[in-house]
């Protein structure tokens, strides 16, 4: 189905970060637009003020009219959606074109210049980074992102550009429907090894993808990533790191929360870049931004304006409070490795603090395959209070709690095991320094609240 046919659209699914980037999309070319999700949400509800209609019952004579007719309506699911569920057998059982979110993102690259990012982690990041400095620049762009741009509110940007900055998800493989003009890859940690069982065959994914990059355009990769790239005739490659590479930092500030670099580039290096989100991780997610943006044609100027001008993203090292007293913040890190990143930049900012975390842990096989790389992350930390695991898309695995990283945190630190239901009678009834809420489950949810009770007790 050619995208100008399409009359209505039917997300399954609907409340997903990614999902609902793309039904803003659908929503501002002013044909219906409706979905279902298991539970409202803020994300929800703000779809639904914008236009979408939502239901949360699994019932297909919820399904409005207008999202019955095979031959004008789309039908979009995420992958995290049950084969069995209703409303994705009727729309099977009736000749309605079913897509993936990332099938229909990849034909918008095929459509736009794609400027992509994928990577285990710093993406989100990575990506509203390029985003931002491309919507600010000449060149402008559209943009579909994993997170809330703090710029703008929203995880998606619409404009005339031929340019589209999309986050490249490996989930699933769907990074595989894309045809990236560019892209960045950040990092290749395993993850997600209930769909890709090894090591090797999530290496081999990032492989496949960087084959999908069209003649004469550009990768640039991480330096010293496990994964060997395949790139087609024609293919620029460069790499970045922080000290070292095609595109690296020299000269780099940390002081008194402000964080400076100069920005070395084969193309044209640039002098004085500010972070506007002063946290030592972003040097390098920065770098990777600016690399892209910057061989898509930003000028130098751009190039600085837009790395200053940048607010971050939601739930993204993600501050709440930030005073002498108290600092209080919340990041969707879930994997060892981003915690790992998040914990050292928080001790590189507040060396001499106490630093606890509120770590609610994702998905069973994700705890269960990197428990020990959690407990040794986590143990950079001075406190670690755990909840229940978070299960998203799966069911229990005998054997597999949080227990599993309690018991192996390094001896002295700090740590209990809590219900989630009882953590806001616990921020309620501790003492906190530096607190981090840590995870990409339902916890994050609590933060605002969280967020007022430790104002009110510290009287700020």
């Not at 960045?184 to 090797?200: A, F, N, R, W």
Request: aromatic share 10%.
């Amino acid at each position: 189905m050619n995208i100008q046919d399409i009359k209505a659209v039917y997300f399954v699914g609907a409340g997903g970060i990614g999902m609902s980037a793309i039904a803003r999309y659908f929503i501002h070319r002013g044909i219906v637009v409706a979905g279902y999700d298991k539970t409202p949400s803020t994300l929800t509800r703000q779809l639904e003020k914008e236009g979408m209609l939502i239901h949360y019952d699994e019932d297909v004579d919820k399904i409005p009219e207008a999202c019955k007719q095979p031959q004008s309506c789309l039908v979009i699911y995420t992958p995290a959606i049950p084969a069995e569920h209703q409303e994705l057998q009727y729309f099977r059982n009736n000749g309605f074109e079913i897509q993936k979110r990332a099938q229909v993102l990849g034909t918008l690259t095929r459509q736009h210049k794609g400027l992509c990012v994928a990577g285990t982690h710093g993406k989100t990041t990575t990506s509203t980074m390029c985003a931002h400095i491309m919507h600010q620049s000449h060149l402008d762009c559209n943009a579909f992102l994993g997170g809330i741009s703090k710029n703008y509110g929203t995880n998606y940007i619409l404009s005339d550009s031929d340019y589209v900055v999309i986050e490249a998800d490996e989930f699933d493989r769907s990074f595989h429907w894309l045809s990236p003009y560019m892209t960045v890859i950040t990092s290749t940690d395993p993850d997600h090894l209930d769909i890709y069982g090894t090591k090797e065959a999530y290496l081999e994914s990032f492989r496949h993808y960087s084959e999908l990059i069209q003649p004469e355009g550009a990768l640039i990769i991480h330096r010293g990533l496990e994964m060997k790239e395949h790139l087609a005739e024609g293919v620029r490659r460069y790499d970045y790191a922080l000290n070292e590479g095609d595109f690296h930092a020299e000269n780099i500030k940390i002081d008194n929360g402000e964080i400076s670099f100069d920005f070395i580039s084969p193309i044209a290096s640039v002098k004085g870049i500010e972070l506007g989100q002063p946290v030592p991780i972003n040097i390098e997610n920065g770098i990777a931004a600016m690399a892209m943006a910057q061989l898509a044609g930003c000028t130098p100027e751009e190039l600085r304006q837009g790395m200053k001008t940048y607010g971050g993203v939601e739930r993204r090292f993600d501050f709440k409070i930030k005073t002498d007293r108290l600092v209080f913040l919340s990041d969707y890190a879930h994997h060892p490795k981003e915690i790992y990143q998040s914990a050292r930049s928080i001790r590189e900012l507040y060396k001499d603090r106490k630093i606890t975390a509120i770590f609610q842990p994702h998905l069973y096989t994700r705890t269960r395959d990197f428990y020990t790389d959690f407990a040794d992350a986590l143990s950079l930390l001075d406190e670690v209070i755990l909840t229940e695991i978070y299960p998203a898309r799966e069911q229990p695995i005998e054997g597999v709690t949080s227990a599993l990283i309690y018991d192996r945190l390094r001896p002295g630190i700090e740590k209990q095991i809590i219900n989630k239901s009882d953590v806001m009678e616990l921020v309620k009834n501790h003492d906190f320094d530096v607190l981090i809420v840590l995870g990409a489950g339902d916890l994050d949810n609590q933060v605002p609240q969280m967020a007022e009770v430790l104002k009110k007790k510290m009287n700020l």
